[in-house]
Structure formats: C-alpha cells, structure tokens
C-alpha cells in the first residue's frame, strides 16, 4: 500500500492549508480503511492529530486542534483530507496520514497505523 501525501506549506497565524492523501496499490477497498494524521514538531517526538473511521462518520481529534482542523475522506477518489484553519505558530511540523485496518475503537497510537504517507512540512508564523 502506498500513501502519497501532498499539501502543506508556509502559512501565517490564522491562515488555513489543506493535506491530502491518496492511498494506492491496496487489495482491499479504500472504504476499509481507518485512516490518521500525526505531525511531529521540530524536537518533539511524532503526536496523533486526527482520525477519521472507514465509513466517515466517526472523528476523532487531539485536544489541541479540536475546531479548527477537520479530517474528511472521499472514498472515490481514495483520499483523505485534513484541514488546517486557525493556525498558530505551534501548528508548526510535519504532517503525516497513516493507515490502520483497526475499526473500533479509533486508534489513536503509531503502532496501530500500518501505512505512512512521506510527511509533508507545514511551517507557520507568528
């Protein structure tokens, strides 16, 4: 399973950037999947962002971003979406999605993740 991931980039405090992640080469369905995003700040070890179940209808998030970032998929088109609005200079590291065949409940721990996308830099400032 590959996971390209693409978005990103430089931001000010209170812009909005968007992530997607495209999952390719599975045997399985998309659908089938639980899907996550991690970051890891500069000097920090990787930390659980979001987490979205197979079907779409169950999210989770760490407390940090709770309303201001939103995790979505689109099963068509074998992607999952993370939306950054309200950044803040702390928003700062590397994003990664991720994939787990776990359904219930939503992982929210690296070891639960089989798949990781390459990680892609999001830098914001004050």
């Known amino acids: 399973v590959q996971l390209q991931a693409s978005g990103g980039g430089l931001g000010q405090a209170g812009d909005s950037l968007r992530h997607s992640c495209a999952v390719s080469g599975s045997g399985r369905p998309f659908s089938t999947y639980t899907m996550g995003w991690f970051r890891q700040a500069p000097g920090k070890e990787r930390e659980f962002v979001a987490v979205i179940n197979d079907n779409g209808y169950r999210k989770d998030y760490v407390d940090s971003v709770k309303g201001r970032f939103t995790i979505s998929s689109v099963n068509a088109k074998n992607t999952v979406y993370l939306q950054l609005n309200s950044l803040k200079p702390d928003d700062t590291a590397v994003y990664y999605c991720?994939?787990?065949?776990?359904?219930?409940?939503?992982?929210?721990?690296?070891?639960?993740?089989?798949?990781w996308g390459q990680g892609t830099l999001v830098t914001v400032s004050s």
């Open positions: 991720a994939l787990s065949q776990i359904k219930y409940p939503l992982p929210r721990v690296e070891q639960s993740f089989v798949s």
